[in-house]
Nanobody, 115 residues
Framework: QVQLVESGGGLVQAGGSLRLSCAAS????????MGWYRQAPGKQRELVAG???????NYADSVKGRFTISRDNAKNTIYLQLNRLKPEDTAVYYC?????????WGQGTPVTVSS
């Protein structure tokens, strides 16, 4: 069974930064894709940033230029650097990994941005 463990969330003022981490219980090379999603209160979960199987990255329009996804293959960990945070970035952030037939989710880490 795959485990994804997120960390790094917290309370930050608008304009501030956070770095989220997602540690996987097996090699991240074994996944076809990995990424970060978020879910704000009363809203649907949405993709924030992700790696495709080819290694390319993609971002939601709302975070382009502010958030950066990265990976450390040796640590089986992906990261999400959140800069210039806005109150509308407040959400629970989830790590996701996909292989054909299975989606895996972490438990989520909350990010709260105060104005």
């Amino acid at each position: 069974q795959v485990q994804l463990v997120e960390s790094g969330g917290g309370l930050v003022q608008a304009g501030g930064s956070l770095r989220l981490s997602c540690a996987a219980s097996r090699s991240i090379f074994s996944f076809n894709s990995m990424g970060w999603y978020r879910q704000a209160p009363g809203k649907q979960r949405e993709l924030v940033a992700g790696f495709s199987s080819g290694g390319s990255t993609n971002y939601a329009d709302s975070v382009k230029g502010r958030f950066t996804i990265s990976r450390d293959n040796a640590k089986n960990t992906i990261y999400l650097q959140l800069n210039r945070l806005k109150p509308e970035d407040t959400a629970v952030y989830y790590c996701n990994a996909w292989v054909p037939g299975n989606f895996y989710w972490g438990q989520g880490t909350p990010v709260t941005v105060s104005s």
